[in-house]
């Protein structure tokens, strides 16, 4: 079994920062793929930022020059730098990891950017 769990949401004016943290437990595994989903009320989640253990990266076209992720593989742990944040990035954002044929999630981190 996989846990996983976020930190670093709350509340943010819009252009500010945050930096959200996913801590990976119950496997002594390096996993091949780290990502970060969003949800905001009435929406479809959507991929925010994927890593691989290489390090190469993706990004939604939505956070594109604006997020950063980065991991760290012997502590399984991923990052994700948020700037110049918008009212729109409001979500809660979950850690997910696929592995040995199974979808893992966080519970997720609020994140509200607001005025």
């Known amino acids: 079994q996989v846990q996983l769990v976020e930190s670093g949401g709350g509340l943010v004016q819009p252009g500010g920062s945050l930096r959200l943290s996913c801590a990976a437990s119950g496997s002594i595994s390096v996993f091949n793929y780290m990502g970060w989903f969003r949800q905001a009320p009435g929406k479809q989640r959507e991929l925010v930022a994927g890593?691989?253990?290489?390090?190469?990266?993706y990004y939604g076209e939505s956070v594109k020059g604006r997020f950063t992720t980065s991991r760290d593989n012997a502590k399984n742990t991923v990052h994700l730098q948020m700037n110049s944040l918008k009212p729109e990035d409001t979500a809660v954002y979950y850690c997910?990891?696929?592995?040995?044929?199974?979808?893992?999630w966080g519970k997720g981190t609020l994140v509200t950017v607001s005025s």
């Open positions: 890593i691989t253990s290489s390090g190469s990266t």
């Open positions: 997910y990891v696929p592995w040995a044929g199974s979808d893992y």
